[in-house]
């Protein structure tokens, strides 16, 4: 009757850790989505100064959608869609541009950065 009882736990602890793997497998292959998981980086920490309602317009660049994104500002288009290491956002948020590390108060956290540079992957351009 025990080993019974002690089956029946290990079958759900397993049970339990399988789907537990399972979600976790799904979440990773589900890309980034820009009203869920961008817009709300980008509006915390780039908004004040690159958005059509910043008061004062930084570099000619809005980030309010992928549409301004990829039209860019004054030096060029934010992202190459899908090329992560080409994009210039990428690169000023990593800190990579001396004169243009974004955003000037701090560098963002590594789970940020990771999180913008699977969106930057997961796009794909039509051409």
Not at 10 to 26: D, K, V
Not at 63 to 75: A, F, H, P, R, Y
Not at 82 to 93: H, W
């Amino acid at each position: 009757m025990r080993s019974a009882f002690w089956f029946a736990a290990a079958l759900a602890i397993f049970a339990g850790t399988m789907r537990t793997t399972a979600t976790a497998e799904t979440r990773a292959e589900k890309p980034p989505q820009f009203e869920t998981d961008v817009l709300p980086i980008l509006k915390a920490k780039c908004f004040d100064c690159h958005s059509t309602t910043a008061d004062e317009l930084q570099g000619g660049l809005k980030l309010d959608n992928l549409e301004l994104i990829l039209q860019g500002g004054t030096s060029g288009a934010a992202i190459v869609e899908g090329d992560v290491e080409n994009s210039l956002l990428l690169k000023a948020i990593r800190y990579e541009v001396e004169d243009m590390q974004m955003p000037p108060s701090g560098k963002l956290d590594d789970e940020k950065i990771s999180l913008l540079e699977a969106w930057v992957k997961s796009l794909k351009s039509d051409e």
